[in-house]
């Protein structure tokens, strides 16, 4: 409880900061969440340097809507930011025309993840591990892919996440499990192949 | 793959970050225009007025609630004890001073201050019905069912202030009774079995262990003495406890007169009368 009212006290605090035009309460907003909506936003269009611009936008469109008062319904200033982010998706995808459903794998964005204690096979199949999931996110349902993004790679809680999505908990739950057997799905159909 | 299995490897997307030049660079970018659109520092004024309002806000609900019930303690406790008290049989608080009075019967436990308690509601309530019935804008034709539950009422109220008090005359007079004989409670007196009935047999037994005893036993007179003295005191109680015990004969002589003066309808003499029987107690 101790540890929500605290979080609730930054919060409030953050967000009169805002309000009262404090940039430097801004740049830590930004610093805090800036990897998180990067993340979020990449998993969802596909495209890093798309990702990047729709970040920046994101951010500078948050300050807007504080300064000029508008989506006050959101509980939380990380809520916030994220449901400027699915809007400036919507936007985006309006924009383009097009939805994403190719694979986020490329040569440039190969993922390396460099753990002393593993061994090369270890590391190598690990990575391959993650080139999978990555491969394979694409291609599941948007609703299912964001509510992954949110649970299991940006931590976001149930509360959040429902806040953000305009749904219940339980919604939440269920849109998760299935979420989840959809992937392992997937991933599955891929081992048998290979 | 078990959903754990998927779930440590979803995990492990997290270390997939923007590059950290163009964290950099964005931050950079993000400044200046924040800047341009108005943005400054804050003073520390400024700053500490943000740090108390946000204080508050963020602990609105569990602070404010309790506080709120709190203060609706306080004032409840303070106030409504005074409110009620003041209400009379034909107010519609009436029932919650009557609950009022019955929870605070119920958790006094010493059976004489009960009793108290209890003959003063009784004799409180018998005062108000009188009240109430020498209003003649309330004691007419109109309310006569409620006059008739009143004067019921009324006698039922006495009836209790009489067994209240007959319960108080039933608890002084053992209590007055073992005053009758003191026993000394010194250690040395009672190996010698020295028991006094009263101040003078007390003075007449110390004269005579004086006279004849040996020198110990004059020894142990002499701290009789000063007993004696703490017995004259007694003696000084007890007479005063049988005073109280006259007391409520004499209440129970004023209750018939109150409950003769109610009959004939002199309902201010019968208030008056009353509120002597409470004096007398008192």
Same mark, same amino acid.
Request: proline fraction near 2%; hydrophobic fraction near 40%; avoid cysteine.
């Given at each position: 409880?101790?540890?929500?009212?605290?979080?609730?006290?930054?919060?409030?605090?953050?967000?009169?900061?805002?309000?009262?035009?404090?940039?430097?309460?801004?740049?830590?907003?930004?610093?805090?969440?800036?990897?998180?909506?990067?993340?979020?936003?990449?998993?969802?269009?596909?495209?890093?340097?798309?990702?990047?611009?729709?970040?920046?936008?994101?951010?500078?469109?948050?300050?807007?809507?504080?300064?000029?008062?508008?989506?006050?319904?959101?509980?939380?200033?990380?809520?916030?930011?994220?449901?400027?982010?699915?809007?400036?998706?919507?936007?985006?995808?309006?924009?383009?025309?097009?939805?994403?459903?190719?694979?986020?794998?490329?040569?440039?964005?190969?993922?390396?993840?460099?753990?002393?204690?593993?061994?090369?096979?270890?590391?190598?199949?690990?990575?391959?591990?993650?080139?999978?999931?990555?491969?394979?996110?694409?291609?599941?349902?948007?609703?299912?892919?964001?509510?992954?993004?949110?649970?299991?790679?940006?931590?976001?809680?149930?509360?959040?996440?429902?806040?953000?999505?305009?749904?219940?908990?339980?919604?939440?739950?269920?849109?998760?499990?299935?979420?989840?057997?959809?992937?392992?799905?997937?991933?599955?159909?891929?081992?048998?192949?290979? | &793959?078990?959903?754990?299995?998927?779930?440590?490897?979803?995990?492990?997307?997290?270390?997939?970050?923007?590059?950290?030049?163009?964290?950099?660079?964005?931050?950079?970018?993000?400044?200046?225009?924040?800047?341009?659109?108005?943005? *400054?520092?804050?003073?520390?004024?400024?700053?500490?007025?943000?740090?108390?309002?946000?204080?508050?806000?963020?602990?609105?609900?569990?602070?404010?609630?309790?506080?709120?019930?709190?203060?609706?303690?306080?004032?409840?406790?303070?106030?409504?004890?005074?409110?009620?008290?003041?209400?009379?049989?034909?107010?519609?608080?009436?029932?919650?001073?009557?609950?009022?009075?019955?929870?605070?019967?119920?958790?006094?436990?010493?059976?004489?201050?009960?009793?108290? &308690?209890?003959?003063?509601?009784?004799?409180?309530?018998?005062?108000?019905?009188?009240?109430?019935?020498?209003?003649?804008?309330?004691?007419?034709?109109?309310?006569?069912?409620?006059?008739?539950?009143?004067?019921?009422?009324?006698?039922?109220?006495?009836?209790?202030?009489?067994?209240?008090?007959?319960?108080?005359?039933?608890?002084?007079?053992?209590?007055?009774?073992?005053?009758?004989?003191?026993?000394?409670?010194?250690?040395?007196?009672?190996?010698?079995?020295?028991?006094?009935?009263?101040?003078?047999?007390?003075?007449?037994?110390?004269?005579?262990?004086?006279?004849?005893?040996?020198?110990?036993?004059?020894?142990?007179?002499?701290?009789?003495?000063?007993?004696?003295?703490?017995?004259?005191?007694?003696?000084?109680?007890?007479?005063?406890?049988?005073?109280?015990?006259? *007391?409520?004969?004499?209440?129970?002589?004023?209750?018939?007169?109150?409950?003769?003066?109610?009959?004939?309808?002199?309902?201010?003499?019968?208030?008056?009368?009353?509120?002597?029987?409470?004096?007398?107690?008192?």
């Amino acid at each position: 409880m101790s540890i929500n009212l605290v979080r609730k006290f930054k919060d409030k605090q953050t967000l009169s900061k805002l309000k009262s035009r404090d940039k430097e309460a801004f740049i830590r907003v930004y610093d805090d969440n800036v990897k998180d909506i990067h993340r979020f936003v990449y998993f969802k269009i596909g495209s890093r340097e798309e990702a990047d611009d729709l970040t920046s936008m994101i951010f500078l469109k948050a300050w807007n809507h504080i300064q000029n008062k508008t989506l006050e319904n959101a509980k939380t200033l990380r809520a916030l930011l994220y449901k400027i982010a699915r809007n400036a998706i919507v936007d985006y995808y309006r924009e383009t025309g097009n939805k994403v459903t190719a694979s986020l794998d490329d040569e440039e964005n190969r993922i390396e993840i460099i753990d002393e204690a593993e061994n090369p096979q270890e590391r190598l199949d690990r990575a391959a591990d993650l080139e999978l999931i990555k491969a394979k996110l694409p291609f599941l349902k948007e609703e299912y892919r964001e509510i992954i993004i949110m649970k299991f790679i940006n931590d976001l809680s149930l509360e959040e996440i429902a806040e953000i999505s305009e749904k219940s908990k339980g919604n939440i739950r269920v849109l998760l499990h299935r979420a989840l057997n959809a992937l392992r799905e997937l991933v599955e159909q891929d081992a048998k192949k290979n | &793959m078990t959903n754990s299995e998927l779930i440590a490897k979803l995990n492990n997307l997290k270390s997939i970050d923007p590059d950290q030049k163009w964290l950099e660079s964005n931050r950079e970018l993000l400044l200046s225009q924040v800047s341009n659109s108005g943005a *400054e520092t804050l003073s520390t004024w400024r700053v500490i007025f943000i740090n108390v309002s946000s204080v508050m806000k963020s602990a609105a609900q569990p602070v404010y609630a309790l506080g709120a019930f709190v203060l609706l303690l306080l004032t409840g406790s303070l106030f409504s004890g005074q409110l009620l008290a003041s209400t009379k049989p034909n107010d519609s608080l009436y029932i919650a001073r009557i609950l009022s009075e019955k929870v605070k019967l119920n958790t006094t436990f010493d059976s004489t201050a009960r009793n108290r &308690m209890e003959m003063k509601f009784a004799s409180s309530h018998a005062q108000d019905i009188t009240a109430v019935l020498a209003d003649p804008a309330f004691n007419n034709e109109e309310n006569k069912d409620q006059v008739a539950k009143l004067n019921n009422s009324f006698s039922e109220e006495v009836n209790t202030v009489k067994e209240s008090i007959s319960r108080l005359n039933a608890a002084i007079v053992p209590a007055a009774k073992t005053g009758d004989e003191v026993v000394i409670a010194d250690s040395s007196k009672d190996a010698q079995g020295i028991q006094v009935a009263d101040g003078s047999a007390l003075n007449a037994a110390v004269a005579t262990i004086a006279a004849s005893a040996q020198p110990a036993i004059s020894a142990t007179a002499t701290l009789v003495v000063p007993a004696g003295m703490n017995l004259k005191a007694t003696s000084a109680e007890i007479a005063a406890s049988s005073t109280e015990i006259a *007391e409520p004969t004499a209440a129970d002589k004023m209750i018939d007169e109150a409950i003769q003066l109610f009959s004939s309808k002199d309902y201010e003499k019968a208030s008056d009368k009353l509120k002597e029987v409470s004096e007398t107690i008192k």
